[in-house]
């Protein structure tokens, strides 16, 4: 079984930066697509960038030129680079990671337990 564990997540002034990271862990796999989410409190899930194994990046437009995704695929970590926080970015952020577990057939989506952002104003 493979367990996405995030680490990162706190409490920041309106301007400030946090660093997300997410380790897949578990199995011998082989990551694909990885995506960070986000949701906040009464709003649905929101997905706010991803990466491609061959480092295609994609951000919601809210984002761009603030956060950065990038990911480590020896060792199969993902993370969210998060400058010029604004209070709108408080939720709780999630990773997901597209993944073959070696020797099995197909990929499955694997979600994080979510790691809160606090952005204070």
């Known amino acids: 079984q493979v367990q996405l564990v995030e680490s990162g997540g706190g409490l920041v002034q309106a301007g400030g930066s946090l660093d997300l990271s997410c380790v897949a862990s578990?199995?011998?796999?082989?990551?694909?697509?990885i995506g960070w989410y986000r949701q906040a409190p009464g709003q649905q899930r929101e997905l706010v960038a991803q990466i491609t194994r061959a480092l295609v990046r994609n951000y919601r437009d809210s984002v761009k030129g603030r956060f950065t995704i990038d990911r480590d695929n020896v060792q199969n970590i993902a993370y969210l680079f998060m400058n010029s926080l604004k209070p709108e970015d408080t939720a709780v952020y999630y990773c997901t990671m597209d993944v073959e577990i070696i020797g099995r057939e197909g990929t499955q989506t694997y979600w994080g337990q979510g790691t809160q952002v606090t952005v204070s104003s």
């Open positions: 578990g199995a011998q796999v082989r990551v694909y697509t």
